[in-house]
């Protein structure tokens, strides 16, 4: 159980175009999604917090503008990487939160995560 | 600041080892405490968490880690490492209130490198 699949899981695209990557809760309700983005051998930093039905919560420096993100559903929150450059090419992995079921609401389950590269 | 701290950047040890992957924090107020591990190219896999109760936690893998509130310290431990066991790990830590509430506070991660 807890199953999180992103999608794709790997995308190369042109500088100045958009980029959309999908976060999937399988087996289970995610009433809160998060979004992480990790440089080759650095630790995660967390991008923001999205909260079904509602407005996602950026952290300080990230640009809501240029990564937006929609969690339209119980299952699916979507991060979509605006006018790329080729410094936002990196490994953006979300995790989800059992928040409906009650079975492990504080433990967040992650993606297999998606690498960006934008030429 | 709330921070956690991985000491190590990298351990070795020999297979069949023992084994030890350090980590404190420095979050107030008894957070949740977790260890996830990482392969390359793939996402972060749930190995174990402390809430409370019991200072050793077992998970997945055969892994286990020691809470220590007076250190605020939760090591991951394997009592014999598989080479299979090789990857990147990471403490995390949740605060139960306050302004990061419910998000995960990571450690810089630590590779674990187990030979042959």
Redesign the interface.
């Known amino acids: 159980g807890a199953v999180v699949s992103q999608h794709p899981s790997w995308v190369i695209c042109k500088s100045g175009t958009s980029v959309k990557i999908e976060c999937r809760s399988l087996d289970f309700q995610a009433t809160t999604m998060f979004w992480y983005r990790q440089f080759p051998k650095k630790s995660l930093m967390l991008m923001a917090t999205s909260n079904e039905g509602s407005k996602a919560t950026y952290e300080q420096g990230v640009e809501k503008d240029k990564f937006l993100i929609n969690h339209a559903s119980l299952t699916l929150s979507t991060l979509t990487v605006t006018s790329a450059h080729p410094e936002d090419s990196s490994f953006y992995i979300c995790s989800a939160r059992d928040g409906a079921s009650g079975r492990a609401p504080d433990t967040q389950y992650f993606g297999p995560g998606t690498r960006l590269t934008v030429l | 600041a709330q921070s956690v701290a991985q000491p190590e950047d990298q351990v070795n040890v020999a297979e069949g080892n023992p084994l030890t992957v350090k980590c404190t924090y420095s979050v107030s107020g008894n957070p949740?405490l977790?260890w996830?591990v990482q392969y390359p190219?793939?996402?972060?896999?749930?190995l174990l968490?402390y809430?409370t109760g019991d200072n050793l936690v077992k998970g997945s893998y055969g892994f286990e880690a020691e809470f220590n509130k007076s250190q605020t310290s939760f090591h991951l431990k394997k009592p014999s490492a598989l080479v299979s066991d090789s990857a990147?790990y990471?403490c995390a830590v949740?605060p139960r209130w306050g302004n990061n509430t419910?998000?995960?506070i990571?450690?810089?991660?630590t590779?674990l490198q187990v030979k042959p």
């Open positions: 949740y977790f996830y190219n793939r996402g972060l896999q749930f968490k809430i990147l990471f949740s419910g998000k995960l990571f450690g810089q991660g590779t």
